[in-house]
Nanobody, 130 residues
Framework: QVQLVESGGGLVQAGGSLRLSCVVSGRTFSSYTFGPNTMAWFRQAPGKEREFVAALSGSLSTNYAASVKGRFTISRDDDKHTLYLQMNNLKYEDTAIYYC???????????????????WGQGTQVTVSS
């Protein structure tokens, strides 16, 4: 069983920054380790559908939602099995629960489709005050 645990959320003023982390543990994805698998961040605001934020493939291809491009940066440390999301210039509308997700199939691209991801964390709350 693969576990994803997010951390780093909190309350921040508009214009501020936060860095989210997601640690992957448990058995590896099929016969591969963490490295070749695409990881992603999604978020869900109150009363809204879950939406894509950013994804990063094992080959370091990235994909960002238009609403966060230029403000958020996704990265990974394969040795630590950890995914990061650096969020700068936060806006009120970034307030949401942020979820980490992992694609169990290795060597695929950074999809923005939630159905492509097999493992999900419990989420971490990000609240931006205006």
């Amino acid at each position: 069983q693969v576990q994803l645990v997010e951390s780093g959320g909190g309350l921040v003023q508009a214009g501020g920054s936060l860095r989210l982390s997601c640690v992957v543990s448990g058995r590896t994805f099929s016969s591969y380790t963490f490295g070749p698998n695409t990881m992603a961040w999604f978020r869900q605001a109150p009363g809204k559908e879950r939406e894509f934020v950013a994804a990063l493939s094992g080959s370091l291809s990235t994909n960002y939602a238009a609403s966060v491009k230029g403000r958020f940066t996704i990265s990974r440390d394969d040795d630590k099995h950890t995914l990061y999301l650096q969020m700068n210039n936060l806006k009120y509308e970034d307030t949401a629960i942020y979820y980490c997700a992992a694609d169990a199939m290795p060597l695929r691209g950074p999809s923005n489709l939630s159905v492509r991801y097999d493992y999900w964390g419990q989420g971490t709350q990000v609240t931006v005050s205006s």
